[in-house]
């Protein structure tokens, strides 16, 4: 037998078959190594960009990278990066560094060691074709292929514009960031550096499998603050807001105090059920309305609250009281959110001091005035009962006692229909004393429709 055929006879199947395998390996072992020593060269870079853009022109979005500089991707910094839209430049950043665990990638996480940048600019929000309605589905916690965290990430100078903070704004932010299927925390601080202190700190911490959560949140602004603009809020001076809780989330327990210069705003307990599906909050304390949300001639005044908001498979529901300048509300209503809108409950508004009530509005009335309202049905066709009654009401120089009226309001178009029946001792500024002994009104109906 020749060489040549022995040769030819030992090339059996099976190892064939193992040196094809080989090969494969191999192949796939130098596959990354062949594209991490690209993403080393100026014509790789350039081809991974090119390729983000071709992902991202579905959005109308453009991306431009210049001065790629360290180990990429493990370690790289970007001395420019821009986004744009059809409108230009939406979102910049210079020196942006980006530093990740090569170990913790191989156990199959992605865990940013650092990510800091010198500048990053928002000037607005990139503008994008609307994207195509998602069926509706249930909240949940982030279902993510792999954990993701953020060590350290340090921007020295975030640039807000006016259309995302109402003002241009300068900030410095630090903190830190996870998030995986079993568990989430935050840390974050962020202060303003354009000559206007303002401040924010928030710690979070949840952990969806033990069904726990821990927030600290604290938010403050010296004067001139941004938020005050932001909400309307007619207010140049110190305000601070400070949120708190821990505990489980079937049995949430919390604290919100917000204040105003001296005057406290807002101090409430918090209680309730975070479920994301079927949630359920109450709140119990004070509000006191801001000066600049209330006409110059109303002094605030605290409203003393008890409410439970409770939200169902297809119904929101909102139960409770509320009292504040000598008047009483109390609420117990449930809409239904399954088809047209619909509502079902009860409303009952009263106060003994009408005048009180009544300060600052320049309307010279005074007694005692109830209302109860009864409502059911969709809101396009709403069916309700309105009841007032009053002990004694006087105004202008009018008096009047054991009023009670009852109406109902119903069907579309609305029609009003009810009866009325009044006892009066009736003083008038001119003219004669009316005294009106059980006076009822059979029978009124008003009917009105939209053109």
């Known amino acids: 037998m020749t060489e040549q055929a022995r040769t030819a006879k030992g090339r059996s199947p099976a190892r064939r078959a193992l040196r094809t395998v080989a090969i494969v390996l191999l192949v796939v072992l130098l596959l990354p190594v062949a594209a991490f020593g690209l993403l080393q060269t100026g014509w790789g870079q350039r081809q991974a960009v090119s390729f983000a853009n071709d992902t991202l022109a579905e959005s109308g979005l453009a991306l431009r990278i210049q001065g790629i500089a360290g180990l990429v991707p493990f370690d790289m910094t970007l001395a420019t990066l821009q986004l744009d839209d059809d409108r230009g430049t939406a979102i910049e950043a210079e020196d942006l560094h980006v530093a990740l665990s090569v170990a913790d990638l191989l156990g199959g996480r992605v865990t940013v060691t650092m990510l800091d940048a010198a500048r990053l600019a928002v000037h607005r929000a990139p503008e994008t074709p609307p994207a195509p309605e998602a069926p509706p589905s249930e909240p949940a916690w982030p279902s993510l292929p792999v954990d993701i965290a953020i060590d350290r990430l340090d921007v020295d100078r975030l640039e807000l514009g006016a259309a995302i903070a109402g003002e241009d704004v300068v900030l410095d932010v630090r903190g830190s960031f996870a998030l995986g299927d079993s568990a989430g925390a935050a840390a974050l601080t962020v202060e303003r550096l354009d000559g206007r202190p303002g401040r924010l700190a928030l710690t979070a911490a949840a952990d969806p499998v033990a069904g726990t959560l821990a927030l600290d949140l604290v938010a403050e602004e010296p004067e001139g603050g941004v938020v005050p603009a932001l909400a309307g809020w007619d207010y140049d001076g110190p305000w601070r807001l400070a949120l708190a809780g821990d505990g489980p989330l079937a049995d949430w327990r919390g604290t919100l105090v917000v204040t105003a210069g001296p005057d406290t705003l807002a101090d409430i307990r918090i209680a309730g059920a975070l479920d994301l599906t079927h949630p359920r909050l109450a709140v119990e304390g004070a509000l006191t309305p801001p000066a600049g949300l209330l006409p110059p001639a109303i002094a605030p005044e605290p409203v003393a609250v ?127 004393d009316v005294d009106l002994a059980r006076y009822r009104v059979d029978a009124v109906a008003l009917e009105a429709k939209a053109s």
Do not use: F, K
């Open 306 to 432: 008890d409410l439970t908001a409770s939200l169902g498979e297809e119904t929101v529901a909102l139960a409770g009281t509320a009292s504040g300048r000598g008047v009483d509300l109390a609420l117990d209503v449930t809409a239904s959110l399954d088809g047209p809108i619909a509502v079902e409950g009860s409303i009952q508004a009263g106060t003994a001091d009408l005048e009180r009530a009544l300060a600052g509005l320049d309307v010279p009335a005074e007694g005692d005035i109830r209302i109860n309202v009864v409502a059911s049905g969709p809101l396009s066709d709403l069916d309700a009962r309105v009841r007032v009654a009053s002990g004694h009401l006087a105004a202008h120089g009018w008096e009047a006692s054991d009023v009670a009226l009852d109406l109902t309001v119903a069907g579309n178009p609305l029609a009003l229909t009810g009866a009325a029946e009044i006892s009066l001792a009736m003083r008038q500024p001119r003219g004669p």
